[in-house]
């Protein structure tokens, strides 16, 4: 059974529909914690609710990103995860910290990567004019949005779109897709390999989206 840790800065809408998922498909995993670096994070309520331990590391008790990140890892570490999971967790963290869980955290970031990297992703969009936008799921590496991807979710985007209403869209597929990789993932389905290429078992497609032969992911 793998133990699932689950880090939040603020509503925790990806944490939310994993939770739900966890729930109704009954994964042979544990979510062990939910935290967050700060105390008001809406999430916290939820997970709270749901029954699973919550606890706030706020970075403000901390004069610089490795001190901060050396208690976090600690703290995280007091649950054994087996799977670090960032949903909408908005710190950049240190190169220690995530070496320390390579091939164990992963992100969902709202952007077709390698595209629109860092912040306000659907205003990049729309500026760009691309006719495509999305999500994707990566492991997380020392480069900021750089790890191997995972899988990817596609959106078109409108001519009268706005930034909210591409967020919308995109998040729609972020709570789709989000809960599925993490399940396929407890299920020893996709791993990362030394090389950092993802391993995908053979029954798992990725294409434009994600899909399982067979499974209906």
Known sequence: MKNIVILISGRGSNMEAIVRTFNQEKWDAKLSAVISNRANAAGLGFAG???IPT????????PDRESYDAVLQKTIDEYQPDLLILAGFMRILTTGFVEHYTGRMI??????LPSFRGLHTHQQAIDAGVRVHGATVHFVTPELDGGPIIA?????VFPDDNEDKLA???????HRIYPRVVRLIVEDRISLNE???????PEVVDSLGFIVKGGGL
């Open 49 to 51: 609710k749901a029954g």
């Open 55 to 62: 606890r706030v590391v706020s970075h403000k008790d901390y």
């Open 107 to 112: 992100n969902i970031h709202p952007s077709l």
């Open 152 to 156: 990817q979710a596609i959106v078109p």
């Open 168 to 174: 919308d869209r995109v998040l729609e597929q972020e």
């Open 195 to 201: 090389d950092g290429r993802v391993n995908l078992s």
